[in-house]
């Protein structure tokens, strides 16, 4: 069928509810609009659904939350493993993730499948965590993480507790275009289900097992006991998840003084106070800095909705600095390897892992320090895929994992980034450096010293309309087919994921990457920097990660200026 076609299906269905049909109704006379609804159904990817909430196929709404979850409920069945005791379920803050939340357990326990529905809104690490404690095969949870208020989304996961691996993640996506979006959907009422066996609400509970192994990664009580009386620290949630069990954490180590801010504490969907929910951006701090002002706070912690992500503000000087995710991790990387030394607790054959497109200042931390660096690719299911394998073999022990996007996890509890342990791990290592006169900025300039001098950015270029992706998808294969001798500083290596290989520009001569194919290109330039570009996989966007190194900060920041001018030129000329 053609778009047309499709919105006057969903117009006349009897499956459609009535509120939906109005919304129809009303974009009738704006063709544009019914053709970006219904040329094609919302893509399903390693990373789920991610959407704006609007009726359509392409939107997020409760026939596309119930399409998806069929064909998940139909991959489950068929796969061959025990389902175990089934699936468990969360949910963040957004505007209809409980009503969503809900339609999935729905569709799972009408197919048969017992489900574990978490009683009200949970941080995502949490999830990870119940799916293992839990015995399920697999896990649902319900946001959009730190996009705006208009979106919301479906992450699945499998029995490691990981995001579905891209192999599961493809066959939901065929699944879901060989069934129909009314016609074979199954439901089931929730108190029938509950009343079947089908059904069980997980709580308090599963928080305090949680938080333990939460807490099971602290090394620095005794630097937060030992720091001045007056430490405080400026907490917001961003109106999500965090709003409880990161203040929880926190007290628990000893800090004695957390100053939330009032309004962001307010667990709402609609975002009130911010422009974007996203604590890698400054600008939602600004509540938080003018109540740290106020109260004469060195340090800001803040959580994005789903309590995933785990931004960072200090004050230095005068001034209120955000820290980048790249930042923030070499800083509890470091932390966390010297605590331990130090403390003769870091176990043989330790361990780090990281994304390619995160900074190689972690590669030399690590080697500074004898620990295992493993690369790779972006999104935390592949951190998770090394956590399992590490485990499996018995190689390496892993302490700690990031990516630039402000993710990090300490330990092997969850396979998801967990901004409630980051949260902790953070304001330890605050303490740890308020007890010898520095703050946080200060530390990593220190790190700089020992180290090396970095500079990483990260840019994008979106595309809008019904066709985004494919749009996305050509302008990536155009880059693939250009082998530039120079991106701002001299090309040595291209490393093309999706060919799995590594082009010497020099010689000439080809080696396999090692590692799965991904639509990644990387490029290896003149004076140790670096350039990624990868299409996102959650928006219409290709993402563009500068890295820079110099033998001064200022060295570091005119290589990171010449390769961004490089990079915006070479896309020009994609045009």
Not at 33 to 56: D, Y
Not at 209 to 217: G, H, R
Not at 441 to 460: C, D, M, N, W
Not at 548 to 567: F, P, T, V, Y
Request: hydrophobic share 40%; aromatic share 8%; proline share 4%.
């Amino acid at each position: 069928m053609n778009y047309l076609d499709n919105y006057h299906r969903w117009l006349e269905s009897d499956a459609v509810d009535e509120d939906t049909k109005k919304e129809l109704r009303e974009i009738q006379g704006n063709p544009e609009e019914i053709e970006s609804r219904f040329t094609s159904m919302l893509e399903f990817g390693t990373a789920g659904l991610r959407g704006v909430m609007q009726a359509g196929l392409n939107g997020m709404n409760v026939y596309t939350v119930r399409h998806a979850t069929q064909a998940f409920a139909n991959i489950i069945r068929n796969c061959g493993e025990s389902i175990g005791d089934g699936v468990t379920i969360a949910h963040d803050c957004r505007n209809n993730s409980r009503a969503f939340a809900c339609e999935a357990a729905s569709v799972l326990m009408a197919n048969g499948i017992h489900v574990n529905l978490f009683e009200d809104l949970r941080p995502t690490p949490e999830l990870s965590f119940a799916i293992r404690e839990t015995g399920s095969i697999a896990g649902i949870n319900i946001t959009a993480s730190h996009n705006t208020k208009e979106f919301n989304g479906y992450k699945a996961y499998w029995a490691d507790g990981a995001q579905m691996p891209p192999e599961h993640a493809e066959k939901v996506s065929q699944e879901m275009a060989r069934i129909d979006i009314f016609d074979d959907i199954q439901l089931i009422d929730l108190e029938e289900a509950a009343s079947g066996g089908l059904l069980t609400i997980i709580g308090a509970e599963m928080d305090e097992k949680y938080m333990s192994a939460v807490l099971a990664q602290s090394v620095g009580r005794e630097f937060v006991a030992a720091a001045p009386d007056d430490f405080e620290i400026v907490f917001t949630p961003f109106h999500g998840a965090g709003y409880r069990l990161v203040p929880e954490v926190l007290h628990r180590i000893g800090m004695k003084h957390i100053i939330p801010v009032p309004e962001q504490m307010v667990v709402d969907g609609n975002f009130p106070t911010v422009a974007s929910p996203n604590p890698e951006n400054v600008e939602g701090f600004k509540m938080a800095i003018a109540l740290a002002k106020e109260k004469d706070s060195e340090l800001i912690i803040g959580t994005d909705p789903d309590a995933d992500r785990c931004g960072v503000v200090v004050r230095n000087g005068e001034e209120y600095q955000a820290l980048t995710g790249n930042q923030i991790g070499v800083l509890l990387l470091d932390y966390l390897i010297t605590v331990r030394k130090a403390k003769g607790i870091l176990p043989e054959n330790a361990a780090a892992v990281k994304s390619i497109v995160t900074t190689p200042m972690a590669n030399r931390i690590c080697e500074m320090n004898d620990v295992s660096i493993h690369e790779v690719f972006t999104g935390f299911k592949f951190i998770g895929e090394k956590i399992k394998e590490f485990r499996e073999t018995g190689e390496y022990n892993f302490i700690f994992g990031f990516e630039e996007s402000i993710g990090f996890l300490a330990g092997t509890y969850a396979r998801d980034k967990d901004a409630v342990v980051a949260s902790m791990l953070v304001a330890e290592m605050a303490c740890y450096y308020r007890n010898r006169n520095m703050n946080l900025v200060q530390a990593l300039q220190a790190l700089y010293e020992k180290y090396g001098f970095y500079r990483e950015h990260t840019t994008s270029v979106q595309y809008e309309g019904f066709d985004a992706g494919e749009k996305m998808r050509a302008r990536m294969d155009r880059i693939r087919e250009e082998v530039p001798t120079e991106i701002g500083l001299p090309v040595l290596r291209i490393r093309d994921y999706e060919k799995q290989e590594i082009l010497d520009r020099a010689t000439g001569e080809r080696v396999s990457t090692g590692m799965e194919p991904s639509n990644v290109l990387y490029y290896e330039l003149a004076d140790r920097c670096n350039l990624a570009v990868r299409p996102s996989g959650t928006e219409p966007k290709i993402k563009i990660y500068v890295m820079a190194q110099g033998d001064s900060m200022e060295k570091a920041e005119a290589n990171l200026r010449c390769i961004e001018d490089g990079i915006m030129e070479m896309l020009k000329r994609e045009n």
